[in-house]
């Protein structure tokens, strides 16, 4: 008996004594860590496109500065619901940009930006383990490598903008670096771009020229796309905002580095030039060309106005395996076509979903052309002081506005971009499930009982204008919705030849040099090309010739044919015009009336603030905090 | 008032500093009143022994057997200490003696041959009794023992009564915890014993349990210890946790919400002690831990013993777990004797201790058109005056009105009842014999909510929650020195209750029926003609005038209410083995306990509801008074769909398991007569493993993997003359957390006590403080439990998502990413606490028992996210380190007393008080220029924002203040908005003009007391609790009125409340301290004022009439005739009054007003005793 309790009292003790350390070993080998995501082809194609995550989600307008501050959109900041539209960059040029909590904070990832630096830590991942994965082609290896790179130089890019002198991330800092090491300063504007451009370089050799898997891969970059992206960083920095600003003198590391270039330095314009056209003749090698309307099975015989239109109407809305036109594209469709469009039928207007809340101002919709491609304060022929006057549209005009439809002078007469880019009220819509050019929508929008007028303060458009071209003609809102898809360019080549113009005209080229660029965009919209439209109906027929009128005529052309993409608004910033942009209170009618008298009285809807400092972003103050070496950019 | 609360507090430290130096006082005045003088020359032993008695308090134990009282001696005692005195004495025996306590046994030397010196001719006596207590009731379980022979002893019967054969002339002992022990002396030829016993105030033969389930008597403690009579615990409420406040000192606990079955209190031993993870005590049940839900569920009548252990020497053992204090409860066991049966049944019901005031829907809308002018004067206003005259009349009951067209709902009457009943049994049954003792029990509770029904309605919404309990202990005496217990107990709940949208049990109609308009649509439509053979309920709603989701505009309360429920089972099943073994044969003083211990839990849930038809009004014909209903969500496809079908949505499932393995080595051993040592090594090992499907969370491989704890532990005593304690404890603690290196952790602490009552010096300080005790311990107590992260030393990615991409014409190719949750981190380790306890116990004239204790605790090591890592690193989690250090600091004091008046009044008194701070020492945050915002020095749970200094007087004095612009919307104050102090002087308000205000949120007072009296058979109690010393914010973001809540799922506009309506700044009325700012109807236009400022800070103090008790104990010879031994019928109340300076609705749910309140319980029970 006595053994019998020592044994089993000599068992227990060894149950309950710690002999083995493995019991709390518990986790398996093979859990899966960032190892895993290199071991072969397969992972580590799945690591590449955690690349490009960031990247497509730079699909939202209402979280890209170039949309949401380009004085092109306005959007209410007091709706009872925003309809998961985050109003905070549209709301920055109502002056709440502020360093504690930065709208579209880029730099961190917060409030609509992305967090850029862990997509640009990504990629220096993916490049330092590229060469993991055994059964990964030589070739392929180096596609990846290449993407990789144009998207690091993307990222920096991205930051560039906004930040202009930033830190630049060639190699990932290790997790157990010391606090002092992570403590980085930025580097000077010149620097970053070189190292953008010499990133770009390598990797243009190793992309493709086009893509031959569409079904799998359309949407990769390719080579157009980085040099269509060289050229657009060297432009930008060797516009005004970058270029010797005398603003930007004062910044400087807290070692005295100056951060800004504080001379002008004009050959950085022959690089540009060079980058743009290098960058339009791969383009056109490959078949890229201005986009003109396909049209679908059902739509019948257009008028010439209408085609023109429609050519204009699809140049971004097109498919995108079959718009010869652009040269990249985010492969996320353009997700806000609900908040973009008049509700134009009755069951539309009953429908909860059709917001139509994204508001162009008038001074906008005064941005386009006349008929003749001038602007509408410099045609002569042109009734610009009674422009809102009212007028009856009669027969002629059917194919733009409503047949008998009383809207103001300011929408007749226009040239073909403003009926398509632009919907205001009396407008006529091509599309919305009717193709028969006898027998359109067109929008109504005067007072709350008009279907596309203000039905709640959710459904409104506080403007009376919207951004139709953001809208597929094939959308149909109505009973229900069909949203036809489509892909918003990041660039089509219609920009590049407008960049090119620009950059020769920077470069002090003649008008006959320059012209014939921006006349192949015009020609596309209709238009008599810059000489002669100037020559014959301007009040100032001679503003080409210099290189001063010539540069305001090639911005202007950019902001129309560019309208609501996103880049006036960056080019607004490059230029340093933005501010002037800005200075006038935007406007738009006066929504709640039905009556024309009443309704087209301007109302000043937002008067914005935009201060010097508004070009470039804020750094979080708590960034500055963490990391003593930062300095802040200019008056935050 | 909340003066009044810090009076009383500065009272209460004056009270216990005046003790203290009474204390030290009265130790020099008497160190010689333990010496004895007596000077007889003729006197028998029991005459000196009478004097050692009453010159020093010592009780003196012999057995006539060996001893013969009338041996005489020369006494010629002068100043003579009690050791010279006894050995005297005994100098013509072969006896010695021990001291223990206030207790002198005088026992047989260690000498081979027994002298037979004692009357060897007493006789064989077979004597009966009964022990009674004060109050004439008989007592059950108690100790008879004669002092003389070792194997005579015997229990009395439920009745008290007992039976025992002794010898003439022997002395015994009856003896029963919390009874002051009394020794007789039977005499030849009496037969019948009736014995009082009264009871120990001192209780200083009071058993604690302490670590590992070790019974240690109250004095050899040396440790923080608290031990909690289960009957105090014993509220009206179905749920034990409730009682914790007030009641424990060293606990802080406040109730956030009094939903059935959401209604656990959170508890922290000694406060927060760390702003980590874990910041909630170790709960121990039988020793295997548990959940505070399970601690919630317990059955009162079930606990033998609940202890609170609270410094690192009580906590050492548990190293890993500990460093938060632990909580340790005891079931009971069967005791051997006749089958003892007890019932109680219990029926309340409970009411909301306060509700929420909301002003009149009148008064709703010309506010809400006051909002409107104010903020955008151009702007139509939302009520017309004819809906206003209109929906007067409707509340007039005015003929014409119409109640449907023109509404005015009281939804808070329309959702809630004033009251719900709840009931609860228990019934327990213990005997046994000598082989086996057994403790059966079982228990339910039934717990209504206040939610309203409708019995037109196909399912049952309102809360409901049921628990049942089984436990059976059973004691099985193996042979003479093993035992085997075997517990196995279950748990079962069962919920059913409104459905929520956020996933969550807490019922968010309170929060529905206060953002929803009392104006805008009544909350249901009787049928009209058309509708007369309809089935659903015609629900009133508004036509949307936008949203995807559907086509009403609104949440009906009422429908939410009706339209389903949730349910949920939960269910655990515990099955334990002990083993008791003696091994004395290895030698003497050695025994062996081991557990295994097992349960599983299971747990599942679902959804099962309707989509309510939604009705509007049209074409109301005012002569007529007539409308037509059309029906609103007429969709065909989406969510919203209207069904009168139930729908069943199958929500979480949870499966996991628990292994417990425990051993525990223990030996004592007393050397010579004073020293006392004993040493004990514990081994442990856990696991629980759990298996989660869970519709929310996500269930990973981590998290699947299980969760294993390993210790070693040990302790060892020392003891000298039961006068002086030492302890030393370790734990040698492993967890599956870290990485190798840092997998174990070794936690030591050191711990003494002294009986300075014993000394000698303490002499006629007896009178006074007839035991004072004192102690100090110092350690280090482990936590593993630092981050909801499992393995520090392993990265945490997510291969197959988190960054995805897609490429190709239609987006066809898409890949998920790779995403980094967490990157490895080696260094990771324990959390440690250094604990310093000091500790008083003492007992005032005999009477009151007072123990107070200091205390100071310095964890380090606490798991924080470094926040020197700028963003520039691009990391895509954060890193964090054992970089945070804490302290704490406070006081706990606890004292009770008692005192009977007459033979049938007593009266008893019982307080406990806590106090304690604490601050972070050490925390990484940036390097704020601003002194004010530093982390370091302010409090753990102190509230950050911004200093208010009043509204502004008009919109030109906001214009030319610094800017203080916080809405998105880039909306700027104006008059009658909050002005907020520009703290850096920067010339605009921003986050860097943030600091700390106002107390912690987590009160740091928390205090009780309770007086109790009895006469007769009548009973008395009552008990009151506060806390003090804690703030609170009201949410204005979610109580401004008009606006909709920044919770999504709220789309109606918030309700007026009748202290905002009573009182705020308008155009007219422009009081610059208004309790509400300018109105605003949208959120966007008043953000500014709905920042975090002590604006809407409050004082949460408060004190309650927690609990009152009034019992009647029904005569014994009425119970007799009923056939049943003992039955005590008893009325009580739990939460009946409440002070506070805080009005707008109960202070214990802090900021979160518009939760289930809080609720004030009227309860009739009866116990009866088989």
Redesign the interface.
Known sequence: MKSYYKYLFMTVLAISCVSCKKYLDVTPANIGTIDYAFRNRNEAENYLFSCYATLQQLVYPQNNPGFTTSSEIIFPNDLTDFQGIDPTGFNLIRGTQNTQNPGLNFWDGANGGQATFRAIRRCNTMIENINKPVDLSADEKKRWIAEAKFLKAYYHFVLFRLYGAIPITDVNLPINSSTEDVKVKRDPVDDVVNYMVKLLDEAAPDLPVVIQNQAKELGRITKPIALAVKAQILATAASPLFNGNPDYISIKNKDGKALFPSAYDATKWDKAAAAALEAIKICEANGVKLHTFIPTANVGNLSDSLKTVLNLQTTITEKWDVNTEIVWALNPVFPTQSYCMPRLTAKAAASPSFQGTFAVPISEQELFYTNHGVPINEDKTWDYANRYDLRTSQDADRFYIGNGYETVKAHFDREPRFYADIAFDGGIWFGNGLTNQESLYYVQGRGSGAFAGPTDNIRINITGYWPKKLVNYLTVYDDGYTIADYRMPMIRLAGLYLLYAETLNEQGKPAAEVAPWLDKVRARAGLPGIVQAWSTYSKNPTKYSSKDGLRQIIHQESRIELAFESQPGWDLRRWKELQGALSKPLQGWNIFESSPINYYRPRNLVIPVFNVRNYLWPITNNDLIVNGNLVQNLNW | MPSGYIKKFLLIMKMTSFMLMLAFMQVSAAVFSQKITYVNKDATLKQVFKQINKQTGYNIFWSPKSINSNHKIDAAFKNASIDQVLVTCLKDFQLTYLIEGKSVIIKDAPVVNTPNVTDEAAADNTITGTVKNEKGEGLAGVTIASMGDKKSGTLTDNNGRFVLDVKDGSEIKISSIGYKSQTITVTAGKKVYNIILVEDVTSAETVVVTAYGRKQLKEAIVGAVTTVKPGVLKIPASNLTNALAGQVAGVIAYTPSGQPGQDNAKFFIRGVTTFGYKQDPLILIDNVELTSNDLARLNVDDIESFSVLKDASATALYGARGGNGVILVKTKEGKAGKAQINVRIENSTSQSVKTLELSDPITYMRLFNEATRTR?PLNPIPYSENKIINTQATLAHAPGSNEFVYPAVDWMNMLFKKRAPTQRGNISLQGGGGVARYYVAGSFSNDNGILRTDIRNNNNNNVNYKNYQLRSNVNINITDKTELIVRLSGTFNDYNGPLTSDGSLQTQLYNLASHTSPVDFPAYYPADSANLHTQHILFGNSP?????DG?SKYINPYAQLLSGHQRYSESRMLAQLE?N?N?S??TQGLN?H?IMSTNRYAYFRSYLNYNPYYYTATNYDKASNTYQLQWINNLSTGNNVAREYLNYTPLESNNSTFMY???V?DYAHTFGKDHNISAAL????QQTVNSSVNSGNTTT??TS??Y?N???AGRATYSFKSRYYLEFNFG?N???RFS?NH?QGFFPTIGGSWIISDEKFWGDLYNVFDRFKLRASYGLVGNDAISDRR?FY??D????G????????????Y??????NN??NDDVTWEVSKQTNLGMEFTVLKKINVIAEVYKNNKYNILQDR??????????SG?SANIGKAESKGIDISLDGKQNIGKSFSLAFRGNFTYSENKFTQYEA????EAYRQQVGQPINRQYGYIAERLFVDDNEAANSPSQ?F?????APKGGDIKYRDLNGDGKI???DQTFIGNPTLPQMVYGFGLSASYKNFDLSGFFQGQAKVSFFIDPARTSPFI?SPDSYYTGNTQLLKAYADDHWSEDHQNLFALYPRLGP?G??IENNRQNSNWWLRDGSFMRLKSVELGYTLPSRIAKSLGVKNTRIYFNGLNLLTWSPFKLWDPELGGNGFAYPIQKVFNVGINVNL
């Open positions: 955008y949307a005038a936008s949203g995807t086509a083993l073994q091994l044969f290895i062996f081991a393995l425990q051993g080595l514990i081994g442990t090992r491989l981590f993997l299980p294993r390993q210790t070693v040698y492993g967890s599956e190798a997998r393995f392993l990265s990615v997510n291969l197959n988190g960054n995805p991409a897609s490429f190709g014409t239609n987006n066809a190719y890949r998920p990413g790779v995403s980094i990157y490895e926040a020197s890592i700028p963003t520039t690193m691009g990391l895509e890193i940036p390097d704020y220029p612009v809405s998105t919307g880039g909306f921003d986050a860097a909709k949208d966007a236009v």
